[in-house]
């Protein structure tokens, strides 16, 4: 498996700002993901950052929103920008091990947003 | 598309039941099937995974097999104890090119003293 943080843990944001997400793992991984799980719901997949690439945004995520950057292969960055209360979410980062088929999980951030 | 099905919860246990999660999928061709436990304020961890038909997987007790036949990977644990009270997702991927994590909505397990 892999050791992965995340920053901050939690954080409480006015509405029009923006919040950076970092995420940083104890190993060097082609794949990394980012997550956004909204109160009482399952996990979405919000974009796929594969160093030196731009990411991959899933369907309803625009880069404008939600840009990232995966500057080398043990950290990744996840910006929300001009937040609004339905962002309020937990975003986790995963990493894909032994290919891409499995996926461990940071402990993710809790986004509160007024 | 490829889904994932869980049952509703939540799933209310005392200590020491026995625990079914039940899991079913549809998928076109043969995915990799994984359940991940969320404890209360955390993230996700991979409980267990099984890679192709007749497969169990198995970790802390908690076991499920693959079942191409009922394409179902439903979870079960012995003896439940208050320290697994969490939510549980079931999830599949595809193994042919890359392809994204799909999950169920989540299950949430509750064990009373």
């Known amino acids: 498996s892999a050791v992965i943080s995340q920053k901050p843990s939690r954080d409480i944001c006015q509405r029009g700002t923006s919040l950076t997400i970092q995420c940083q793992v104890d190993?060097?991984?082609?794949?990394m993901f980012w997550y956004r799980q909204q109160p009482g719901q399952s996990l979405t997949l919000i974009a796929t950052?594969?160093?030196?690439?731009?990411?991959?945004?899933e369907s309803g995520f625009v880069i404008d929103k939600f840009p990232i950057s995966r500057p080398n292969l043990t950290f990744s960055t996840l910006t929300v920008s001009n937040m609004s209360p339905e962002d309020s979410s937990i975003y986790l980062c995963?990493?894909?091990?032994?290919?891409?088929?499995?996926?461990?999980f940071g402990p993710g951030t809790r986004l509160l947003v007024l | 598309g490829n889904s994932v099905t869980q049952m509703e919860g939540p799933v209310t246990l005392s200590e020491e039941a026995f625990l079914t999660i039940n899991c079913t999928y549809t998928?076109?061709?043969?995915?990799?099937l994984f359940w991940y436990v969320q404890y209360p304020g955390e993230g996700l961890q991979l409980l267990l995974k099984?890679?192709?038909?007749?497969d169990k997987g198995s970790n802390k007790g908690f076991e499920a097999t693959y079942r191409k036949e009922t394409t179902s990977f439903h979870l079960e644990k012995g003896s439940v104890q208050v320290s697994d009270s969490a939510v549980y997702f079931c999830?599949?991927?595809?193994?042919?090119?890359?392809?994204?994590?799909?999950f169920g909505t989540g299950t949430r397990l509750l064990v009373s003293p």
């Open positions: 190993s060097q991984v082609t794949m």
């Open positions: 998928a076109t061709g043969y995915p990799s």
């Open positions: 995963s990493v894909g091990l032994q290919g891409w088929e499995t996926q461990y």
């Open positions: 950052a594969n160093q030196g690439s731009e990411a991959t945004y």
């Open positions: 099984a890679t192709k038909a007749d």
């Open positions: 999830a599949l991927i595809m193994n042919t090119g890359f392809q994204k994590l799909v």
